[in-house]
């Protein structure tokens, strides 16, 4: 399988306890992305990367979050003293960074969060 | 604010019928806009884009038309399929970086 994965596919977790995520991107793509989509919603965007820099924030991204991409492959979102507004479906999404018909982004599966 | 609006939350079609599904935007910097497939507890499955420089793209039985002067997107699904019962979600860019998502269309074809 050479699409997008992630993991876990769902986490349970007290409030204030810290969880973190992994994504690992189509091998071929420069860029990666993280979303958030709650029941309702479509999928807000968090923050995306090219290679391992962090180049774009969202402001729903707060201090309790911090993503990673160290060597521009899989990357880490990790969330801090949770609370229970942080209950979403965590997606992760990657492209080619050049523009035009290539820069679609493909998502993986998402990461279920309950912060109970 | 939602620069990227589904106003239909949800459609119903018979099989074999066309479904049609429209998306309206805010942003006239926005060139590219793409739809993606929902299933339950699964990510967006990318289905059709479309670039604005063009008024129309086809796939198969998908094919996306773009309205620049309206602001306004459709996706015609001909013929509907129960397989394509899930929630569609329209999504435009200005620059490639970042990607506006509608609120979705959930679509249920009857058979």
């Known amino acids: 399988d050479t699409g997008v994965s992630q993991d876990p596919r769902h986490k349970i977790t007290k409030r204030g306890q810290n969880v973190t995520f992994r994504c690992d991107p189509i091998?071929?793509?420069?860029?990666l992305y993280w979303y958030r989509q709650t029941l309702g919603q479509g999928p807000e965007f968090l923050t995306y990367?090219?290679?391992?820099?962090?180049?774009?924030k969202s402001r729903l991204l707060s201090d309790r979050f911090s993503a990673e991409r160290p060597k521009g492959s899989f990357s880490t979102l990790e969330i801090q003293r949770t609370e229970q507004g942080d209950s979403a479906m965590y997606l992760c999404?990657?492209?080619?960074?050049?523009?035009?018909?290539?820069?679609?982004?493909?998502f993986g599966e998402g990461s279920w969060l309950t912060v109970v | 604010d939602q620069q990227v609006k589904q106003n239909s939350p949800s459609l119903s079609v018979q099989e074999g019928r066309i479904s049609i599904l429209n998306c309206d935007y805010t942003?006239?910097?926005?060139?590219?806009f793409l739809w993606y497939k929902k299933y339950p507890a699964e990510g967006p499955t990318f289905l059709i884009s479309?670039?604005?420089?063009?008024d129309k793209n086809e796939d198969g039985r998908f094919t996306v038309f773009l309205n620049k002067s309206a602001k306004h997107l459709s996706l015609h699904i001909v013929p509907s399929q129960p397989g394509d019962s899930a929630v569609y979600f329209c999504?435009?860019?200005?620059?490639?970086?970042?990607?506006?998502f509608g609120t979705g269309t959930s679509l249920t074809v009857i058979p």
């Open positions: 990367f090219q290679n391992e820099a962090q180049l774009e």
């Open positions: 999404a990657s492209s080619f960074s050049d523009w035009g018909a290539r820069n679609t982004i493909y």
């Open positions: 999504a435009a860019s200005a620059t490639g970086n970042q990607f506006y």
């Open positions: 942003n006239s910097m926005f060139d590219y």
């Open positions: 479309i670039s604005s420089i063009k």
């Open positions: 091998s071929e793509h420069n860029r």
